[in-house]
C-alpha cells in the first residue's frame, strides 16, 4: 500500500513538472507507473532546428546581398576615350566657296600636302599655301560621339595676312573633313567673311 502511494505521489509530481509537454507526456507517465519507475520523458526539442535554419537563412542573404554588392563594384564605368592617332602627311583640298571685300568673285581649289602633328588632343596642321611655316594649331575633341579638329592661326599670303579657322570631323584614321572661315587683310583691302570646305585623305 505505501509503495502505491509513492508512485501516486511521484506521478502527480511528474505530472505537474511535464505538464507543458502535453499527451506524449502523460502517456510516458502511465507507462512509468506501471513499471514502478515514475521519471519524466522529456519531449523531443523541436526548437533546437531553429536556430541552424535561421542561421542558414541569414548566411543565404548574406550572400545574396554580398554578391548584389560584388556586382555593383565590378560593374564597369565609363572612362574617358582614346582620340585616333592622325599624325602623318594627309592631302588637303580646300575650295572656296565664299569670299567678301576686295576678294569678291575669287574662288578655285587647291591641294596641298600638309602635315598633322598629334600629341594627345593636340594638334598642329601645317603647311598651308606650300609653306611649313604656315600653321594652326588647336585640338581634337568628342562632340556627340564624334572626333572634331578645332585649328585657327594666321599666316602671310599675297602681301597681307590670312587669319584662318577650320572645324573638321574625324570619318575615320584616313579622311577629315569640315569648313573653313577666313578672312584677309593687306594693303589693298580687306577681305572679311570667307568661307571654304575643307577635305582631307592621309597619304
Known sequence: MLKLITILVTSVFLLNSCGSSG???ADSVAQQITNDTPTCKAPADTTASAPAAAATTQQDAA???TTSTA???TTPTSSASTPPD???SWNFTITVT???GVCAGEGGTSTK???ITQKGQN???AGFLGNPANQLTGTIDLESGIWVINVSGSYSEDGGTTTSSHRLEVKNTSEISGTEDWSWSGGGGTCPGGKASVTATRI
Open 86 to 88: 592622325l599624325n602623318g
Open 113 to 115: 600636302t600638309m602635315t
Open 98 to 100: 565664299q569670299a567678301n
Open 123 to 125: 594638334i598642329t596642321i
Open 71 to 73: 556586382a555593383a563594384t
Open 63 to 65: 550572400t545574396t546581398t
Open 23 to 25: 499527451g506524449a507526456a
